[in-house]
């Protein structure tokens, strides 16, 4: 589904990531770990036409999405959740999950996929008229996912869903995060939360200074002593 | 006396209607695009020419020709923004401000040297039958065309908020203003909301100098002093409510005014200044913005 070939991404003269690749296939939890700083922000914001592609291929359901405009790879099917406060604080918990359906093709499933939100975070519902501002680090989260779920998502990704929240509040995003699978979405989950990750996770890969250094299914990673101390133990 | 303080309180309010009207466009500029476009009061200048000369050539009524120079400002915003500011609106957030100074700051030289050469310096002002008429409250005069100005200042507001708070495109708007990558991870055309937004702010300039041709007077070089008002203006009320622009320009049209009568006319720029700088000092996200980190 989603394919990422040789990617390289540079911050104008700084080359962070030197040629990963990673693949997405339907219906599964991919993750990418790896430490601070190893490239996987700057990945995420490359796949999303956020930062320029130097090098590699990334191509979804055949397409290439190299200098794709940011709004239409959205249109596609891609969404990405950035790393905290991914909805808007000005905006109401309702004109978020609005502005969620924005895409020509979200557009008109919008009341299907609101009642689909609502169903999944019953929490939202209480909470339609107040400003995202004002709601709590869990609720926030929730939004955060309900928003992109109104963009009809094939693939969607997200970048440390776990940052800054309490630990019930990470299971709870966690499960979510399955029932999203479970309702035909693949996920590509970026976590430091590893041992988290590795459990919901069909395949993971490990990326560092910028390249994958290594991969496989999440029992034989968790298997490997060698990844597992280099890389995986926080 | 309290004869004369009524009136200068009248003529205040009039005036700040002005002031607000101008600083609508250059609010919602400075709040989506992150741009400072000094040639805003330009802008004006050429909405007061293309009512002149829609008059004088036409004799189209000003406020009949009210929607043909919104439109053909929101046409010249959309030329100024594809030939100018889009560049600026590439660059980080951080740097936008000043690029855009130094860009709006040509622009203003050009315009004004161009509005020399085609329209002349004479100062024009559009006379109507019914430009010297006024509403008489006791011994208050109201002038129609400028009490007219506030209307369609306060009208312009309000249709704005709409367009911002009830509809599709005016989420994406304000998504844009508060983040404008999140805007773009949500699926909006960032570059076609600055456009549009940029375009709107242009349009609102002609409105602004269509009234200003009526009330008051057009000439090549008046667009810097509307401009600077604007900015106070801007300052005064804070990001984020619309009618909080047209009431600080209000407050600030009052101030002036009474500082004139009080303390005499020179102290009427001192006196706007003064305000600014305590607001500034004490509520720096202004009157009636939002403080939001």
Same mark, same amino acid.
Request: hydrophobic share 55%; no cysteine.
């Given at each position: ?5 040789? !990617?390289? /991404?540079?911050? #104008? ?10 693949? +997405? $296939?339907?219906?599964? =939890? @991919? ?19 956020? !930062?320029? /592609?130097?090098? #590699? ?10 200098? +794709? $405009?940011?709004?239409? =790879? @959205? ?24 502005? #969620? ?134 | ?293």
């Amino acid at each position: 589904m989603l394919r990422v070939e040789g !990617l390289e /991404v540079a911050y #104008g003269d700084l080359q962070v990531v030197w040629g990963a690749s990673f693949e +997405v $296939p339907g219906e599964s =939890i @991919v993750t990418i770990l790896g430490p601070n700083g190893a490239g996987k922000t700057t990945t995420l914001l490359a796949l999303m036409g956020l !930062l320029p /592609v130097v090098a #590699g291929s990334v191509t979804f359901n055949g397409v290439s999405l190299v200098g +794709v $405009p940011t709004h239409q =790879i @959205v249109e596609r099917g891609l969404v990405l959740i950035p790393e905290e406060r991914a909805a808007f604080a000005t905006l109401t918990v309702e004109e978020n999950l609005d502005l #969620g359906a924005y895409t020509p093709r979200a557009r008109h499933s919008r009341e299907q996929k609101m009642s689909e939100v609502l169903e999944l975070f019953p929490r939202l519902a209480e909470r339609m008229r107040q400003r995202a501002g004002t709601l709590s680090g869990g609720e926030r989260q929730m939004l955060a996912i309900g928003k992109a779920l109104m963009a009809r998502p094939e693939v969607l990704i997200l970048d440390e869903p776990s940052l800054g929240l309490a630990p019930i509040i990470v299971e709870h995003t966690f499960e979510a995060i399955e029932k999203v699978r479970d309702r035909g979405v693949s996920v590509l989950l970026v976590e430091q939360h590893v041992e988290m990750a590795l459990q919901i996770a069909d395949h993971a890969y490990v990326l560092d200074m910028g390249s994958i250094v290594a991969d496989g299914t999440s029992s034989e990673l968790s298997a490997d002593a060698r990844v597992q101390d280099a890389y995986l133990s926080l | 006396m309290s004869q004369l303080i009524l009136q200068s309180v009248v003529s205040g309010l009039l005036v700040g209607g002005m002031y607000g009207l101008v600083a609508l466009g250059l609010a919602l500029a400075f709040g989506v695009l992150k741009v400072l476009n000094v040639a805003h009061g330009e802008l004006l200048m050429l909405g007061g020419y293309t009512a002149f000369f829609a008059f004088t050539f036409w004799g189209l009524d000003p406020f009949v020709s009210l929607p043909l120079v919104f439109v053909v400002m929101f046409g010249f915003g959309v030329i100024v923004y594809l030939t100018l500011f889009r560049y600026v609106t590439r660059t980080e957030v951080h740097t936008r401000i000043k690029n855009s100074l130094l860009i709006s700051f040509g622009l203003v030289l050009v315009l004004q040297a161009l509005a020399v050469r085609f329209f002349t310096a004479d100062e024009r002002t559009i006379s109507t039958a019914y430009s010297s008429e006024a509403i008489s409250i006791g011994l208050v005069r109201i002038p129609v065309v400028r009490l007219a100005g506030l209307v369609v200042a306060v009208v312009a507001a309000l249709l704005l908020e709409w367009l911002l708070n009830r509809t599709r495109f005016g989420r994406a708007v304000r998504a844009t203003s508060e983040d404008w990558t999140r805007a773009a991870l949500s699926g909006v055309d960032v570059n076609r909301v600055y456009l549009i937004a940029f375009a709107i702010s242009a349009a609102l300039a002609g409105l602004a100098g269509s009234m200003i041709s009526l009330g008051y007077s057009v000439s090549p070089n008046i667009g810097l002093g509307w401009t600077l008002k604007a900015l106070i203006v801007v300052v005064l009320a804070g990001l984020g409510s619309m009618r909080g622009i047209i009431v600080a320009g209000l407050f600030l049209g009052l101030t002036e005014s009474l500082a004139a009568v009080w303390l005499g006319g020179e102290y009427r720029e001192v006196a706007a200044l003064v305000l600014f700088l305590i607001v500034l000092s004490i509520r720096p996200q202004g009157l009636f913005g939002r403080a939001y980190a």
